[in-house]
């Protein structure tokens, strides 16, 4: 079993949605949580970077940490067609920076 | 965008051959790391670097090198290219190991390996 879930999708929403993305982990031991967004050929970049339980919202993105569920959650409101990308959730636990990746979840927004 | 520069940005060559590939960086950052990814297994870990000849394995570090002479390259080196190699090679950086320093990924490396 994989440290890190994440389902694959493709998610594919309309214009204006809102949508919900979400990992599951395994190691209670992680503290820090990272949302990537990836397009086609380039490289993750990075969206949101949260600590611990509870929410960061920035704009129409929102990170939402359950750590007592081992559970992330990244929701867009008001999606739009340039949303569209691979989105990769990453956690790392106290001390060394390594970082672990789920997957990825390929998300369409169509216009 | 994070000042990261990888080449060649894609390349083809044979089996049995030494492949190496450049990650410049121009942020001054301390850490430095190689990841592969490839479908079904998400971004991997290959070797990380910590400073100059500073350097560690990550968790598929099997058939590959690196070498930090300056801190602003990491050069990653598949000593015998296999098949198995074939993959997309992304370079990133992080200012310290503080656990509000993220890392910051260049645009990757596409290599075929036939």
């Known amino acids: 079993q994989k440290e890190v879930e994440q389902d694959p999708g493709p998610l594919s929403v309309p214009e204006g949605a809102i949508v919900s993305l979400n990992c599951t982990y395994s190691?209670?031991?992680?503290?820090?949580f990272m949302w990537y967004r990836q397009y086609s050929r380039k490289g993750p970049e990075l969206l949101m970077y949260t600590y611990s339980s509870g929410n960061k919202e920035d704009g129409r993105f929102t990170a939402q940490v359950d750590k007592s569920s081992k559970y992330i959650s990244l929701f867009i409101r008001d999606s739009q067609p340039s949303d569209s990308a691979t989105y990769l959730c990453?956690?790392?636990?106290?001390?060394?920076?390594?970082?672990?990746f789920g997957t990825g979840t390929r998300l369409l927004v169509s216009p | 965008d994070a000042g990261i520069t990888q080449s060649p940005r894609h390349k083809v060559t044979e089996t049995g051959t030494p492949v190496t590939l450049r990650c410049h960086q121009t942020?001054?950052?301390?850490?430095m790391y190689w990841y592969r990814q490839d479908p079904g297994h998400g971004l991997r870990l290959i070797h990380y670097s910590y400073g100059v000849k500073d350097t560690d394995k990550g968790e598929v570090s099997d058939g590959y090198s690196v070498s930090r002479s300056k801190t602003e390259d990491f050069l990653l080196t598949l000593e015998s290219a296999t098949s198995s190699q074939t993959s997309v090679y992304f370079c990133?950086?992080?200012?310290?190991?503080?656990?509000?320093?993220?890392?910051?990924f260049g645009d990757g490396t596409r290599l075929s390996i036939l």
């Open positions: 990453a956690m790392v636990n106290t001390g060394f920076q390594k970082l672990v």
């Open positions: 190691n209670s031991a992680f503290q820090y």
């Open positions: 990133a950086i992080s200012e310290s190991t503080g656990n509000n320093q993220p890392q910051h």
């Open positions: 942020e001054n950052h301390r850490y």
